[in-house]
Structures are given as structure tokens and as C-alpha cells.
T-cell receptor, first 120, second 109 residues
């Protein structure tokens, strides 16, 4: 089974430029997450989708960050304009279902390799 | 918000030694997860714990879900060089996953 795919793996931009990241979740996984991981810290949730709807975007800096999952499968995360403090690894994760009937494996999140963003 | 306190921050141990790390929280979680992250990669799930008091093993790894549901530990027995990396605990409440800051494990061969 293929894992979560992310691209690009690395991106270097100057501040005030725009950047976009792409994620393709595990096939059949209804829920997709974007995390920001700053060096030396654990991942922090930015936004969560179930199918093509937003479930939680309370931690997303909406003045500059946007995300979409139009067809309920792959997703893009955009930053416009980027700031120096946006330098981080952006991780995408997916899970089978937000609330599964078994209550167990359904909400386990599986991560992609991430996109490392450097803002200069 | 919910926070996890993970300790130690880093460890430098001899190959063959046992390793122990833990995670505590002021909040209750329904599920505890332990992930490992290698350089340049995303976190990979090691162990999932679903019930208070549960003790689960995965090869040389053993983890326990604390009785109070506010803590968990991970043990690695007979460490080997490929165990190096960052280990994260994560608490799952509903669909919300909260991560600790990680424990950096370095192994001397």
C-alpha cells in the first residue's frame, strides 16, 4: 500500500514570495491533516479536512495560509506571502476516518515525508 | 490548550543498553501513540495504546498507557545504532493529535 505522498521535498524562497505544497493521502483515507513542524519541536496541526470539508482550521494563520481539498482526495497548502518564521517542515498526514465504528485504528494518523521550507 | 511534557529531551547511550522515555500531560487522552522520526522523514508510528493500563510490545519496544490516562512511557531494550532518531509521544483526543517536543536518541556503537 502506498503511503502519503508529498511534494516538493524541499523549497527555498525569499520572504514575501508565495509557495504551495501538495499532498496525496493514502488511498481510501477520508481525513487529511496539514502540520507545521518547527526545528526542535513536535508537529502542530494547521488544518484538518474530512473528505473535502474543513473540520478544524483554528490554528491556521488565515491571513497568509490557505488550504484546499477540492475533490476530497489530494490537497494543497499555500503560503502567501511567506515570512521568515514560516521556515519549517510541513507534514501531511491522513487517517482512515475521523470517527471509526471500531474506535481504534480508524483515527490513527500516517505521515508523509514532509516538505522542508526555508524562507530567506 | 493541551500540552505534553516529554522527557528526557535527549539521550546518548551505549549500544546494547535499555532506554526509557516518558510523556505526561495535565489532560486526559483516549489514545497514546509513539512515533519515531528519522532525519528528513515524517514520523512513523511505532506503537498505539488504546486503554488505560495497557502494555503493548513491538519487537524491542514496549509502551504503556498510564492508569490515569495522563501519561505513557516507551522502553527500548538492547538498543542498536539504527534506533537513533527522534521519538515523539502523541495524545489523541477524539480526532485531535497533540505531540510532545520529542526525545532525541543517540547511540554510541
Amino acid at each position: 500500500e502506498a503511503g502519503v505522498a508529498q511534494s516538493p521535498r524541499y523549497k527555498i524562497i525569499e520572504k514575501r514570495q508565495s509557495v504551495a505544497f501538495w499532498c496525496n493521502p493514502i488511498s481510501g483515507h477520508a481525513t487529511l491533516y496539514w502540520y507545521q513542524q518547527i526545528l526542535g519541536q513536535g508537529p502542530k496541526l494547521l488544518i484538518q479536512f474530512q473528505n473535502n470539508g474543513v473540520v478544524d482550521d483554528s490554528q491556521l494563520p488565515k491571513d497568509r495560509f490557505s488550504a484546499e481539498r477540492l475533490k476530497g482526495v489530494d490537497s494543497t497548502l499555500k503560503i502567501q506571502p511567506a515570512k521568515l518564521e514560516d521556515s519549517a517542515v510541513y507534514l501531511c498526514a491522513s487517517s482512515l476516518d475521523r470517527i471509526s465504528r471500531s474506535g481504534r485504528a480508524g483515527n490513527i494518523q500516517y505521515f508523509g515525508a514532509g516538505t522542508r521550507l526555508s524562507v530567506l | 490548550g493541551q500540552q505534553l511534557n516529554q522527557s528526557p529531551q535527549s539521550m546518548f547511550i551505549q549500544e546494547g543498553e535499555d532506554v526509557s522515555m516518558n510523556c505526561t500531560s495535565s489532560s486526559i487522552f483516549n489514545t497514546w501513540l509513539w512515533y519515531k522520526q528519522d532525519p528528513g522523514e515524517g514520523p512513523v508510528l511505532l506503537i498505539a495504546l488504546y486503554k488505560a493500563g495497557e502494555l503493548t510490545s513491538n519487537g524491542r519496544l514496549t509502551a504503556q498507557f498510564g492508569i490515569t490516562r495522563k501519561d505513557s512511557f516507551l522502553n527500548i531494550s538492547a538498543s542498536i545504532p539504527s534506533d537513533v532518531g527522534i521519538y515523539f509521544c502523541a495524545g489523541l483526543y477524539g480526532n485531535k493529535l497533540v505531540f510532545g517536543a520529542g526525545t532525541i536518541l543517540r547511540v554510541k556503537s
